[in-house]
């Protein structure tokens, strides 16, 4: 496979220059120490971990513009390149541009990545064999993250499960199997953490490495049960995505923990690492990211999570698509602002999916008032038939998960993308690189 191949070989470039450093001196997070495979000790292992949580965030503006764009969310332009327009609206996605290409690439830096820590654990004699469940728990979780949101993309191309080896990488497979795939992978790195692990005072501990700001205020193994049940779901699998919820950090009781609860992608302005990428200032020109007029025309003027959006003093037009705008995302109001990669009301309302599926419509319109009475909406009052409430539920994922990456894989997960618009893709193409390998 071309791009892992031309990934693997930078990699290779970056073992040779750090092969003389001591990174118990200084450890780089965008710049993983890649001699830790022959006999890794634990500062190597967490250099790993942290490098792949920085890679993580890598492109994450090119995959949330891509898939946004596509949903028909939000508008981008950028006065130096037109194609968030011209293709991924008004005409066909090129296979060898940007929105396509980079996202890919750097969602399978994060597996390599991935796949080095595991192979540095397993081949470790400097770790305690009690310490290394925890790396690998990580590491399959993580993995999982990373392959689902290609996935995300590519839809029924399919991708690549096993890019270990990048001069034998395993075939493409198909979107119900990879999803199966990344299921199992959430499951093996679960059975690494399932028993707990208590402290002299009997609190439950976390995994014994260092991971970022982002999953402070839920353990590690909940953050995994959560990206399990949004996983069941896409796989119509209602009962595993209830009890996957149950093990994760998911409350109705929103006193107690926030529907914002959950994990993050976070940044920061110290020298090497990076800013907030969805964030831009209120009018702004020259780069421009609105939010599709119909988002708040559509919503209840009552509705608190209209503060997502800003009133531009100039609205945008775009004279060849005839597309305008006169609301800013303002989601972000900083450069330091942290990125959701699931949260409490992500995992409310896949509570509420799976208990409309189920015909359990008192649970679902209970945990859909959550939301509505968080966002200043009066209680559900409508019928309680399957197809009103799942257009309901759809409608609350469309504002509490705005430009979250969601609203696209929603309406083509129940065949209402038609109702997006005119020439809504179904797919990201395949990267020109990878196609007859």
């Not at 006999?39 to 790993?48: K, T, V």
């Given at each position: 496979?071309?791009?892992?191949?031309?990934?693997?070989?930078?990699?290779?470039?970056?073992?040779?220059?750090?092969?003389?450093?001591?990174?118990?001196?200084?450890?780089?997070?965008?710049?993983?120490?890649?001699?830790?495979?022959?006999?890794?000790?634990?500062?190597?292992?967490?250099?790993?971990?942290?490098?792949?949580?920085?890679?993580?965030?890598?492109?994450?503006?090119?995959?949330?513009?891509?898939?946004?764009?596509?949903?028909?969310?939000?508008?981008?332009?950028?006065?130096?390149?037109?194609?968030?327009?011209?293709?991924?609206?008004?005409?066909?996605?090129?296979?060898?541009?940007?929105?396509?290409?980079?996202?890919?690439?750097?969602?399978?830096?994060?597996?390599?990545?991935?796949?080095?820590?595991?192979?540095?654990?397993?081949?470790?004699?400097?770790?305690?064999?009690?310490?290394k469940p925890d790396y690998l728990a990580f590491a399959k979780t993580i993995m999982a993250h990373e392959?689902?949101?290609?996935?995300?993309?590519?839809?029924?191309?399919?991708?690549?499960?096993?890019?270990?080896?990048p001069d034998n990488v395993g075939p493409v497979v198909g979107k119900e199997e990879a999803l199966n795939a990344i299921a199992n992978m959430l499951n093996e790195g679960y059975e690494y953490m399932k028993e707990d692990v208590l402290d002299d005072k009997g609190n439950i501990l976390d995994l014994q490495i260092s991971l970022s700001?982002?999953?402070?205020?839920?353990?590690?193994?909940?953050?995994?049960?959560?990206?399990?049940?949004?996983?069941?779901?896409?796989?119509?699998?209602?009962?595993?995505?209830?009890?996957?919820?149950?093990?994760?950090?998911?409350?109705?009781?929103?006193?107690?923990?926030?529907?914002?609860?959950?994990?993050?992608?976070?940044?920061s302005s110290g020298s090497g690492d990076i800013t907030n990428p969805l964030y831009l200032e209120q009018n702004n020109t020259g780069e421009w990211r609105l939010a599709n007029p119909d988002w708040v025309t559509e919503a209840d003027p009552n509705d608190l999570r209209l503060d997502k959006v800003s009133e531009r003093k100039e609205a945008f037009f775009h004279k060849e698509s005839k597309l305008s705008s006169s609301y800013d995302i303002w989601l972000y109001q900083d450069q330091l602002a942290p990125i959701p990669i699931i949260k409490n009301e992500e995992l409310i309302l896949i509570y509420a999916e799976a208990k409309i599926h189920l015909e359990e419509y008192t649970d679902a319109i209970n945990a859909l008032n959550i939301v509505r009475t968080n966002a200043g909406l009066e209680a559900y009052n409508g019928e309680e038939t399957n197809e009103t409430l799942i257009d309901e539920m759809l409608t609350q994922r469309r504002y509490s998960l705005f430009m979250e990456g969601h609203r696209w894989l929603d309406m083509m997960r129940y065949n209402k993308l038609s109702e997006l618009g005119d020439n809504v893709h179904t797919a990201f193409p395949t990267p020109l690189v990878e196609i007859g390998i």
């Open positions: 496979m071309k791009l892992i191949n031309k990934i693997g070989t930078q990699l290779l470039l970056i073992m040779v220059i750090l092969s003389g450093c001591q990174i118990e001196d200084q450890i780089d997070p965008n710049s993983p120490d890649l001699t830790a495979i022959e006999n890794a000790n634990s500062a190597q292992l967490n250099n790993l971990v942290i490098g792949s949580l920085s890679q993580m965030r890598m492109e994450l503006e090119t995959y949330m513009d891509g898939v946004n764009v596509i949903g028909r969310e939000i508008i981008r332009h950028s006065g130096s390149d037109p194609r968030y327009i011209s293709d991924l609206i008004m005409g066909n996605l090129d296979n060898n541009a940007f929105y396509t290409t980079r996202p890919y690439a750097a969602r399978y830096r994060t597996v390599k990545n991935l796949n080095l820590l595991i192979e540095a654990v397993n081949n470790s004699t400097k770790v305690s064999e009690e310490s392959l689902l949101m290609v996935l995300n993309q590519q839809q029924s191309n399919g991708i690549r499960l096993d890019v270990n080896n700001d982002g999953f402070s205020g839920i353990l590690f193994k909940e953050f995994n049960r959560a990206l399990a049940a949004r996983v069941a779901i896409y796989r119509k699998e209602y009962n595993q995505a209830l009890n996957y919820l149950n093990d994760s950090f998911f409350t109705l009781e929103t006193s107690q923990g926030g529907l914002a609860d959950g994990a993050y992608f976070v940044f």
